[in-house]
């Protein structure tokens, strides 16, 4: 007869501990919040204790306390009541993860309401993890000498070491603050620490709070203009879940922000609406449409938020511009991409399905559905029923949703514009080139040693330009779906053959 396979518990929880990065008591503070905040907390308070028997650390939250259904839950690992999406805690392991973290750790659960509590006690011994549960053992018996002051939620008890309860003590504003900063601000949670209020992290200068709308929803971000330079890991923007932080990404135009305000500027948004886009340990995002799309758009509302203040410094409109390259590379690249195969390495096109306005033979205007290229009727003096393909912005009329996706959309004029290439001087620098997405072309660094080394010999120099102008464009691809060495290759060569050849 069939058996189940088994499982070794403690170092299942050891190999869960090692996806994070962290100090294990920094892990402890994240998900023992985290947790919290699924729960429906608006409150935590933690307080640290030590006495003969141990250190310990306590977080209390307010949140709807367990009921015997989910504390039995409780104590099996990876049973989760949460539903997919709507949670920010590692589900089914959350602080437990501690336990594989110390010999002696141990976490006391109170969940309840005044003097009607349900309390457990899980412990290691020996190469296992076990617990006590009220459910079987009384509260008294269970809690033992520990004082308890419970009134409502539920909280976690957590002995720790020697060491680990000094450095825990000593950075835990800090870690509070990095983590669920976005929920500080925007006062969602209150949290405190042995009966002190936690304030935001906030840099000296301008702050603004904004709304972007996003198809029915909208997404609520801050943007500072410091007067300081701001932490790396803080610059430029921090995205978060239900307040709690999950990742920094620097903007791809940042050398377009005007002196020092590249060091000095940063943008937290809360993206809630991608919550059921979390990977595993709620540290960053799943590759998918609705993530790009998202990232995107917040990436366009923070530029046009600079741009507004005279922060962005702008290359003069291309069509005025004398050293802008716009030759039989440039036509042979669009071209290039309007190969079905090649078209989604073009930034400045939608690869998303979308709709377009086209006539049929009978003359009538119609809408239809294009996957990843556009098509648009022409305005080259003829009747307007022919079609051209592209994969760039071409004259005609294209159909457009509105920003908030709620209205079926309306004609508008499109401008010719394909992919245009802007030599700049921008000698310190470290790139070779990058997407200029305000003027949709590519920005040629002339500035970069290289290019200065083959600036002399014209077919070298032509070689290098068409180089770092598709390099540029699969950078800017690969920052949006991660593709390997070979792949990333395959498409490098292909794109320089067909151009090039």
Same mark, same amino acid.
């Given at each position: 007869?069939?058996?189940?396979?088994?499982?070794?518990?403690?170092?299942?929880?050891?190999?869960?501990? %090692?996806?994070?990065?962290?100090?294990?008591?920094?892990?402890?503070?994240?998900?023992?919040?985290?947790n919290g905040i699924d729960a429906g907390a608006r409150k935590i308070e933690i307080s640290f204790d030590k006495n003969d028997s141990?250190?310990?650390? /306590?977080?209390?939250?307010?949140?709807?306390?367990?009921?015997?259904?989910?504390?039995?839950?409780?104590?099996?690992?990876?049973?989760?009541?949460?539903?997919?999406?709507?949670?920010?805690?590692?589900?089914?392991?959350?602080?437990?993860?501690?336990?594989?973290?110390?010999?002696?750790?141990?976490?006391?659960?109170?969940?309840? #309401?005044?003097?009607?509590?349900?309390?457990?006690?899980?412990?290691?011994? +020996? &190469?296992?993890?076990?617990? %006590?549960? *009220?459910?079987?053992?009384?509260?008294?018996?269970?809690? =033992?000498?520990?004082?308890?002051?419970?009134?409502?939620?539920?909280?976690?008890?957590?002995?720790?070491?020697?060491?680990?309860?000094?450095?825990?003590? *000593?950075?835990?504003?800090?870690?509070?603050?990095?983590?669920?900063?976005?929920?500080?601000? *925007?006062?969602?949670?209150?949290?405190?620490?042995?009966?002190?209020?936690?304030?935001?992290?906030s840099p000296t200068g301008e702050r603004f709070f904004k709304r972007l709308p996003y198809k029915k929803q909208t997404i609520p971000?801050?943007?500072?203009?410091? #007067?300081?330079?701001?932490?790396?890991?803080?610059?430029?923007?921090?995205?978060?879940?239900?307040?709690?932080?999950?990742?920094?990404?620097?903007?791809?135009?940042?050398?377009?922000?005007?002196?020092?305000?590249?060091?000095?500027?940063?943008?937290?948004?809360?993206?809630?609406?991608?919550?059921?886009?979390?990977?595993?340990?709620?540290?960053?995002?799943?590759?998918?449409?609705?993530?790009?799309?998202?990232?995107?758009?917040?990436?366009?509302?923070?530029?046009?938020?600079? &741009?507004?203040?005279?922060?962005?410094?702008?290359?003069?409109?291309?069509?005025?511009?004398?050293?802008?390259?716009?030759?039989?590379? /440039? #036509?042979?690249?669009d071209k290039v991409l309007q190969n079905p195969d090649l078209k989604f390495l073009n930034p400045f096109s939608n690869p998303r399905?979308?709709?377009?306005?086209?006539?049929?033979?009978?003359?009538?205007?119609?809408?239809?559905?294009?996957?990843?290229?556009?098509?648009?009727?022409?305005?080259?003096?003829?009747?307007?029923?022919?079609?051209?393909? *592209?994969? =760039?912005?071409?004259?005609?009329?294209?159909?457009?949703?509105?920003?908030? =996706?709620?209205?079926?959309?309306?004609?508008?004029?499109?401008?010719?514009?394909?992919?245009?290439?802007?030599?700049?001087?921008?000698?310190?620098?470290?790139?070779? =080139?990058?997407?200029?997405?305000?003027?949709?072309?590519?920005?040629?660094?002339?500035?970069?040693?290289?290019?200065?080394?083959?600036?002399?010999?014209?077919?070298?120099?032509?070689?290098?330009?068409?180089?770092?102008?598709?390099?540029?464009?699969?950078?800017?691809?690969? &920052?949006?779906?991660?593709?390997?060495?070979?792949?990333?290759?395959?498409?490098? +060569?292909?794109?320089?053959?067909?151009?090039?050849?």
């Amino acid at each position: 007869m069939a058996e189940p396979l088994s499982i070794k518990i403690l170092q299942t929880l050891k190999n869960l501990l %090692d996806m994070y990065e962290y100090p294990n008591e920094e892990v402890l503070v994240l998900e023992a919040v985290a947790n919290g905040i699924d729960a429906g907390a608006r409150k935590i308070e933690i307080s640290f204790d030590k006495n003969d028997s141990g250190h310990y650390v /306590t977080f209390l939250n307010d949140g709807p306390p367990m009921n015997t259904m989910d504390f039995e839950n409780y104590h099996t690992i990876s049973s989760s009541t949460k539903t997919k999406g709507e949670g920010i805690g590692f589900a089914g392991v959350g602080a437990k993860i501690f336990l594989a973290a110390w010999d002696k750790a141990e976490i006391v659960t109170i969940t309840g #309401k005044n003097s009607k509590v349900l309390a457990s006690r899980m412990f290691r011994r +020996e &190469d296992n993890v076990e617990y %006590d549960s *009220s459910l079987n053992v009384p509260v008294k018996q269970l809690l =033992g000498h520990r004082r308890v002051h419970h009134k409502y939620g539920t909280s976690y008890q957590v002995r720790i070491s020697a060491k680990g309860f000094g450095w825990l003590k *000593s950075n835990i504003e800090q870690k509070l603050r990095f983590w669920f900063n976005f929920a500080l601000l *925007s006062k969602t949670l209150e949290l405190k620490v042995n009966g002190n209020t936690v304030q935001p992290w906030s840099p000296t200068g301008e702050r603004f709070f904004k709304r972007l709308p996003y198809k029915k929803q909208t997404i609520p971000y801050y943007f500072w203009i410091s #007067k300081e330079d701001i932490p790396e890991d803080k610059r430029h923007i921090v995205y978060s879940v239900f307040g709690k932080r999950i990742k920094n990404e620097p903007v791809d135009w940042a050398n377009q922000i005007k002196g020092e305000n590249n060091r000095r500027v940063c943008c937290m948004a809360d993206v809630s609406i991608l919550a059921q886009q979390l990977v595993a340990n709620k540290e960053n995002f799943k590759k998918s449409p609705l993530t790009n799309a998202v990232r995107s758009a917040i990436k366009k509302a923070f530029f046009d938020e600079l &741009d507004k203040r005279g922060l962005i410094f702008k290359h003069e409109d291309i069509s005025s511009k004398t050293n802008v390259v716009v030759n039989e590379l /440039t #036509k042979r690249l669009d071209k290039v991409l309007q190969n079905p195969d090649l078209k989604f390495l073009n930034p400045f096109s939608n690869p998303r399905i979308h709709y377009v306005t086209l006539r049929d033979k009978d003359g009538n205007v119609i809408i239809q559905e294009v996957p990843g290229q556009q098509q648009v009727t022409g305005e080259n003096g003829d009747d307007g029923n022919s079609v051209d393909i *592209s994969s =760039g912005d071409e004259a005609g009329s294209g159909y457009f949703e509105d920003e908030k =996706g709620e209205l079926s959309g309306s004609t508008k004029p499109r401008k010719t514009r394909g992919i245009s290439i802007i030599p700049e001087d921008f000698p310190d620098d470290p790139r070779e =080139g990058w997407l200029d997405m305000g003027n949709r072309a590519v920005v040629y660094n002339i500035g970069h040693p290289f290019s200065k080394a083959v600036a002399n010999n014209s077919s070298l120099y032509d070689y290098n330009l068409t180089r770092v102008v598709i390099a540029s464009l699969i950078k800017a691809k690969n &920052d949006q779906t991660e593709m390997d060495a070979v792949t990333t290759f395959d498409y490098f +060569e292909k794109i320089l053959h067909d151009v090039w050849i």
